[in-house]
């Protein structure tokens, strides 16, 4: 791990990993991928007691001036946090992150019963909480950031010949009753399927039918072997599920359908209706549509959903994308925070849109300074390059912007809801809409920004 101690000013993640192959593929190429060029170290100690787990902390933190530390998923460690992570702060001078790859809710049952509202107290003690959970982002608030995952890279997707209809695998967890009478059902329908249900020690497990229990697997080999060559994942979660399973984000990066009784996907970034559909009963799942080879295109990119991408949302919301942070490639970059779905990137030139409130800018390795114009703010200024322009996390949508560069000569348009991109503006022109318009009384707001160098 010393080659990673070259440079300065580094974030540093703190598991744990282990062998537990779903998550360590979360983390998978920020670990193995040194070409990404991100300064990231990984270090997981949480079986130690607080007095070790600060010392190791020290041989990190003094040496090698982290800017930031984002905790994973620290089951066993949460119950210390105020300890620790009092003195880690001041030992480090760096700001503190939670990412949790579980929801919170089943993480406060994990670590003793704990009522969610008792571990939110303990949990104040982070600067930002991620989760991919959008019911934790609405009742507490966590900031929401789809799951960091790999391994689709290597992924050969058979979408013409999928050697199953319908493929799961997952733990018993109430879930066998149901398989069966899917089991029973599908096979009525001619359906091809697959269930993997893992081993219960405890459990007296018998085959049925297509239904097989099996010891292990591991995750990637999963993904290639079975996802890879399946039409549609089943996901089994119950009707009041408060959070997507694992497999909703895989049928996304693979490109397959997802099938669940999970009512939640209906309203939470991302679902695509056409692919992704729920049920609450048995004979109501579409047939004919799990038989069909075909799949529309996710509005959603790859990129999105890997641990760099969430990187880059942490070092906005840090101001950590600046000069003093050696992070990736030196090129041009458009960071645009949307409501519900945090921040998306862009290259110069590029004019991506979506169907969400613009909430704050920043202009990454532009010369240029930028100002925008919000609802119950008004005019808002960044004062230096690199630095986030608005409020997030309110809801409050951005009207307009203006852009001025002593070095550049650029030009820049905006989307507006229901209008249109607008004619370009230049040298700190109000590109937007300054008063409050609204249109079929809806507030009118940019859904996206396009920057172009001017000859």
């Known amino acids: 791990m010393e080659d990673l101690f070259k440079s300065n000013n580094f974030i540093l993640i703190l598991g744990p990993i282990g062998n537990e192959s779903v998550r360590s593929s979360c983390w998978y190429d920020l670990i193995h991928m040194k070409e990404l060029g991100v300064n990231v170290s990984y270090q997981s100690f949480f079986d130690l007691s607080v007095d070790d787990q600060i010392s190791e902390l020290k041989k990190f933190i003094n040496p090698n001036k982290i800017n930031h530390i984002i905790f994973s998923l620290p089951t066993s460690f949460v119950k210390n946090l105020p300890k620790s992570l009092d003195y880690l702060r001041k030992l480090g001078r760096c700001s503190l992150s939670c990412y949790l790859l579980d929801s919170f809710e089943r ?25 991919f959970s959008w019911h934790d982002h609405v009742k507490y608030n966590f900031t929401y950031h789809q799951t960091p995952i790999m391994y689709f890279r290597d992924v050969d997707y058979n979408t013409e010949n999928p050697k199953y209809d319908v493929f799961f695998i997952g733990r018993r967890k109430g879930r066998v009753k149901k398989l069966k009478q899917l089991a029973d059902y599908f096979e009525s329908k001619n359906i091809s399927y697959l ?11 018998v085959d049925y039918k297509n239904l097989r229990y099996i010891s292990y697997i591991p995750y990637e080999d999963m993904i290639k072997t079975y996802v890879a060559n399946c039409n549609c994942i089943l996901s089994l979660c119950g009707r009041r599920a408060t959070d997507p399973s694992l497999a909703y984000f895989e049928s996304i990066l ?40 075909h799949i529309d295109e996710y509005s959603m990119e790859h990129s999105n ?11 906005l919301d840090y101001q950590l994308f600046n000069s003093n942070f050696n992070y990736g490639n030196d090129y041009s970059l458009l960071a645009l925070h949307y409501s519900n779905i945090g921040w998306k990137y ?17 202009l990454i390795n532009i010369d240029a300074k930028v100002s925008v114009h919000q609802k119950k703010y008004g005019w808002q200024s960044s004062i230096v ?31 507006i809801s229901n209008i249109g991109w607008t004619s370009w503006a230049s040298d700190s022109e109000v590109c937007g809409i300054t008063n409050e318009l609204s249109q079929n009384d809806q507030l009118l707001y940019i859904q996206g920004v396009q920057i172009i160098v001017s000859c």
């Not at 070095?407 to 905006?414: A, Q």
Request: aromatic share 10%.
């Open 107 to 131: 993480l406060a049952f994990l670590i003793g019963n704990t009522l969610p509202l008792s571990l939110i107290n303990k949990m104040n003690i982070f600067d930002k909480i991620y989760s």
């Open 195 to 205: 269930f993997l249900v893992l081993r219960d020690p405890n459990a007296d497990d």
């Open 254 to 293: 693979y490109r397959k359908k997802l099938l669940t009784d999970a009512m939640i996907i209906n309203c939470i970034p991302f679902t695509n209706s056409n692919n992704q559909k729920s049920f609450s009963k048995i004979n109501e799942i579409p047939i004919e549509w799990i038989k069909s080879n």
């Open 305 to 315: 959903f890997t641990p760099l991408s969430f990187l880059r949302h942490v070092a």
């Open 346 to 362: 862009q290259e110069m030139g590029e004019g991506k849109i979506y169907d969400h409130k613009l909430e704050s800018i920043a």
């Open 385 to 415: 390059s690199d630095e986030i322009c608005g409020k997030t996390g309110e809801s409050l949508p951005i009207t307009a912007i203006k852009i001025h560069s002593d070095t550049s000569k650029l030009k820049y348009r905006v989307y």
